[in-house]
């Protein structure tokens, strides 16, 4: 078993350390040297537009398919020269709910209990309490085909934790749910990593990443181009948003022609609040507007800044926007 390494950057163990990976499906180089790791007990959220090789890492890391070069040890194990040792410490779960749909659900954790070598009577009692985390108790001798999409995920969910996983990976784990259905899918999330578990999540989705991940590596055409906490993210891409109110509500129009002459780019006024919105990139610029708001006898109100949206971020990263409907990453259908 390799020895996993402390990291000073975060005080914890690393539970997943990938370096130099690559994959190749023909010509297409799905993964062109990515590097990362997930520290014990953390969510690492990796984001990619469709193609960018996602789905890919995961199925290397979960011995799913083998890497054409580079080394990833993950809980401790080798994938490519410990992959059984591994299979017995990982949970999946893919983009579509993978369960038996003519088993029940409680059959169908059942199973995955047996496979996984539990004993009858320890399986039977892993499918019983997860049925209840889950909250499928109600449906539990139900097949599996009359469950609802939201009710197939909890399942899928439920069967990747069956064999208690050090590590679980999470491919756009909420592709096609409905909002409370999402919001029940990343409660369970936090959960499981509050009990300790180490979670890659793959998404397209800001407001996901935003939610469950404390590191975010961006990930595009296999190569990994941006990694680091979100807010060092959006720090790394430049420029913060000033929103100004001021005192008076009669001054926003006055205070919207001042800050226009300071040519910091073209100001936009938040109606419903009361603000003025400018773009700056320095303290300097920050001090500036300021005076000049000062010395044209204006009184602000308040004055705030914020750093760019996640999805700035990714634009600015990928050129492209983050996905807006719930798709399939276009590359790892080929490649299956």
């Known amino acids: 078993m390799t020895r996993i390494d402390k990291t000073p ?8 350390s990938v370096r130099g990976l690559v994959k190749h499906f023909g010509e297409t180089r ?4 990515v590097d990362l790791d997930v520290h014990e007990g953390t969510v690492l959220g990796v984001l990619g537009p469709n193609g960018a090789g996602k789905t890919t890492l995961v199925r290397c890391l979960s011995t799913l398919i083998t890497p054409d ?4 040890v993950v809980a401790g194990y080798d994938v490519v020269r410990q992959p059984r040792q591994l299979r017995r410490v990982i949970g999946l779960t893919g983009q579509y709910a993978s369960v038996d749909e003519k088993l029940s659900g409680r059959e169908n954790l ?4 047996r496979l996984l070598d539990l004993s009858r009577k320890e399986a039977r009692s892993r499918a019983d309490a997860l049925l209840e985390r889950f909250s499928l108790t109600d449906a539990a001798t139900r097949p599996a085909r009359t469950y609802s999409g939201g009710m197939r995920r909890r399942l899928d969910l439920a069967a990747s934790m069956i064999g208690r996983p050090h590590v679980l990976y999470l491919d756009e784990p909420t592709t096609g749910l409905d909002p409370r259905t999402r919001n029940e ?3 369970e999330v936090r959960s499981m990593v509050r009990d300790g578990v180490t979670v890659l999540l793959t998404t397209q989705y800001m407001e996901e990443a935003e939610q469950l991940a404390s590191e975010l590596t961006v990930v595009d055409r296999g190569k990994v181009i941006a990694n680091g906490g979100i807010d060092a993210l959006k720090a790394k891409v430049g420029g913060r948003t000033l929103r100004i109110r001021p005192a008076d509500p009669l001054e926003l129009h006055p205070l919207t022609h001042a800050l226009r002459q300071l040519g910091l780019g073209e100001p936009a006024v938040d109606a419903e609040s009361g603000e003025v919105l400018v773009p700056i990139v320095s303290d300097e610029q920050l001090t500036t507007v300021v005076g000049a708001v000062s010395a044209r006898g204006l009184t602000i109100g308040s004055i705030t800044t914020e750093l760019p949206s996640l999805d700035e971020v990714f634009l600015s990263l990928t050129g492209q926007k983050a996905s807006t409907a719930q798709t399939a990453p276009l ?4 490649s299956a």
């Open 9 to 16: 950057e975060s005080g914890r163990p690393v539970a997943v």
């Open 30 to 33: 799905a993964l062109d040297g």
């Open 69 to 72: 070069a580079g080394h990833a």
């Open 110 to 113: 059942y199973l995955i209990g």
């Open 185 to 187: 899918v990343w409660s």
């Open 331 to 334: 590359l790892e259908e080929v």
